[in-house]
């Protein structure tokens, strides 16, 4: 697959001026490229940049708010709700998680449940917003039906990622970010355009028996919770998954289940939607509310220590700490560029021209 | 394998008997048999009345103290941290979700780590606490080390669970309890009874090859994360293995990872302890902090009911509600009677004898 490689700068400065074209003020339109790029430079090219053009089709579909109204609809001292108003997600969620750094500041721990949103982007961003006031970030979100509950056929929920960011002290921070799938949606897009094969555990057809075929999906299939069969703990995966949703919309107040409204704008939206948008959770913990932040921080770099010097499997060269793959990749790409695939510069290429700015 | 039914008055009379025999106060043997017992009533029989005999153990190794001064040692509007004193786990956990509970009934949400603890039975018990509030629980604990986290052959971490229990209308509310490995070690060692092999993905052997020997763990094996192999995202299990291993020991000031004191009384403690004791996790987050509870609960019936009748795959009956098997097992034991092996029956008549007990 052939590929082109460009700046951070010149990718930001593009999609900045595409969100400015649809009509998101300035300040928005630039923090909603920073946190779509983020996903680029961290390695996680399934929700960057190039879903640039999605995002500007469901504001096409007037699914997208670009001057939305995001407000605070009930709170409490470490919680509350937030209406992101059909704003893109990207813009809403940023906003949410600040409200819970705040809550954060002052009750120890801030809870902000989202209703009325669209996709956020990764929740790696969001989560690590805590970081620099010495908290625990949380983000998760509820997305498209794609995911089969363990015994079902049918797509009830989405890969519901969870992202939970650690501060430490001389050590970088410890930053799981991952889908409650076997594997993010993502992945498999990377073997459909391989045509290659997907591993056992993966995906199921639309009668629910084991696949490979990296396309069942486009024929009723779905993906499967982490674990990937009964046997091997995908009721696990699948009660994460139900927890984000929950948490995500059943306290919102957002849509849920398969009535999440799906990301590309042609596919019709649910009949009998029981609430409004997509929804997010957020949490922010200070460390000190806890313990001194000293000796959090010291224990965290023992922490990470330890498991990083770990003895390994031959032929594996160390034990990773949640995060170091994405933060290796964005030192990389922020220096080196970020590449995309001929068919996602001929999409952007095509949105630039329609709203005048060169790619 | 063959086994013995009692009902559960008699083990209940029994267990806080012995308790009140190693010096519990009254109503702390009667707290910790409720506890342990819940685990048998749900099914989860590794975690019950089979580990009494350890506890006791543990108790004359001197590891538990049996009348605690368990307290409240920092705290925010939100949050606490518990010192255990030692004593059993099964009556400091419900002292903490407590915290947590009063917590939430002022700030919103609560949020508790405890240090200086003990094993605490199932997590189940501690966040279902929350439910006659109106409230979501949830409860972690860290646990002594038979996990390898991705790409090593080294135990860092235990089956470190995660519970989330959620209230609903209607409907039996939605518990969501599991270990962060493929498969809980009580699932284990039933293998190793009926000699029987475990499946791939839920062991290594001590090299780190996949291994379906279930004896595995005594020659330096190790349990597998949730996913089994990194292709089956093995490393999101070990992430969320880690993140309650850090909620419950980082936060707390307890014993992480390698250091997490090991249940068998005679297993050596390990060296260079960086805290006390176990670490546990618990939070409580009143629904009506988010939206009003009759909302919350008549969309949470929605979301079970849609769930619980989508279609299944051929050949199950129906889709499964995280809880339902436990709630269905434990009105069946009521009923009828806990069933015991016979070698538990064995090693809890000889702690009956030397205490004077009779079983």
Not at 90 to 119: C, D, R
Not at 309 to 322: F, M, Q, Y
Not at 332 to 346: F, N, Q, Y
């Amino acid at each position: 697959m052939a590929e082109k490689i460009y700046s951070y700068q010149h990718l930001f400065n593009f999609t900045n001026q595409v969100f400015q074209q649809i009509g998101c003020p300035a300040e928005q339109a630039e923090l909603a490229a920073e946190v779509l790029l983020s996903a680029d430079l961290r390695g996680i090219d399934s929700h960057g940049v190039a879903r640039l053009s999605g995002y500007v089709r469901l504001w096409e579909a007037k699914r997208v708010n670009a001057t939305p109204n995001i407000r605070i609809i009930h709170e409490t001292p470490s919680t509350a709700v937030v209406d992101g108003d059909s704003g893109l997600g990207l813009v809403v969620a940023p906003f949410a998680m600040q409200v819970a750094i705040e809550k954060a500041k002052k009750a120890g721990t801030g809870w902000v449940s989202v209703q009325n949103s669209n996709h956020f982007g990764i929740a790696g961003y969001h989560a690590m917003m805590a970081l620099e006031y010495e908290m625990i970030g949380m983000a998760m979100t509820n997305a498209s039906p794609l995911v089969s509950p363990t015994f079902s056929t049918e797509r009830l929920l989405g890969t519901n990622p969870i992202c939970v960011s650690i501060p430490a002290g001389e050590e970088p921070a410890f930053v799981a970010d991952l889908a409650t799938t076997t594997a993010a949606n993502g992945k498999l897009e990377i073997l459909q355009r391989k045509n290659q094969e997907a591993p056992l555990g993966w995906i199921q057809d639309k009668e629910g028996n084991p696949s490979t075929n990296a396309h069942e999906l486009k024929t009723g299939g779905a993906l499967l919770p982490l674990g990937g069969d009964r046997e091997h703990g995908s009721h696990k995966g699948y009660a994460l998954g139900a927890v984000v949703d929950i948490f995500s919309a059943v306290l919102s107040g957002a849509n849920y289940g398969p009535w999440v409204p799906p990301f590309p704008a042609y596919v019709p939206m649910p009949t009998g939607m029981p609430g409004k948008g997509i929804g997010h959770f957020f949490g922010a913990m200070r460390v000190d509310a806890f313990r001194p932040a000293a000796d959090f921080k010291h224990h965290m770099d023992n922490w990470i220590r330890r498991f990083r010097s770990a003895k390994t499997v031959a032929g594996e060269e160390k034990v990773l700490i949640p995060g170091d793959p994405e933060r290796e990749m964005e030192a990389l790409r922020m220096k080196e560029g970020i590449p995309l695939l001929d068919a996602v510069v001929t999409d952007l290429s095509a949105v630039g021209e329609r709203f005048g700015v060169k790619l």
